[in-house]
């Protein structure tokens, strides 16, 4: 079975960083992609930043310069690292994996989340 698990949310002040992290049980490879996303209460879960199969990342606007999406292959593990850190960041952040089978075929699978909290 497919897991993965977030760490690293917590609650910190707005200027402030955190680094989260999503280990997965999966190899992370040219086979995979992988994303975090975020769901603040009664909004809709949106996208924060993924990354491709081919390494190639992508960030929604408003994280563009503060945010950092990363892997560590060898660890099976992508980070996120947030900077600049705003009271409108607060939401739960979940971690994304698409596995690719060879005919190209993907299928997306969800960890449970980690909350963050900014306090202003």
């Known amino acids: 079975q497919v897991q993965l698990v977030e760490s690293g949310g917590g609650l910190v002040q707005a200027g402030g960083s955190l680094r989260l992290s999503c280990a997965t049980s999966?190899?992370?490879?040219?086979?995979?992609?992988m994303g975090w996303y975020r769901q603040a209460p009664g909004k809709q879960r949106e996208l924060v930043a993924d990354?491709?199969?081919?390494?190639?990342?992508n960030y929604a606007d408003s994280m563009k310069g503060r945010f950092t999406i990363s892997r560590d292959n060898a660890k099976n593990t992508v980070y996120l690292q947030m900077n600049s850190l705003k009271p409108e960041d607060t939401a739960v952040y979940y971690c994304?994996?698409?596995?690719?089978?060879?005919?190209?075929?993907?299928?997306?699978?969800w960890g449970k989340g980690t909350l963050v909290t900014v306090s202003s």
């Open positions: 994304r994996l698409t596995l690719f089978s060879r005919n190209g075929y993907g299928v997306d699978y």
């Open positions: 990354i491709t199969r081919g390494g190639t990342t």
């Open positions: 999966e190899i992370i490879s040219s086979t995979n992609a």
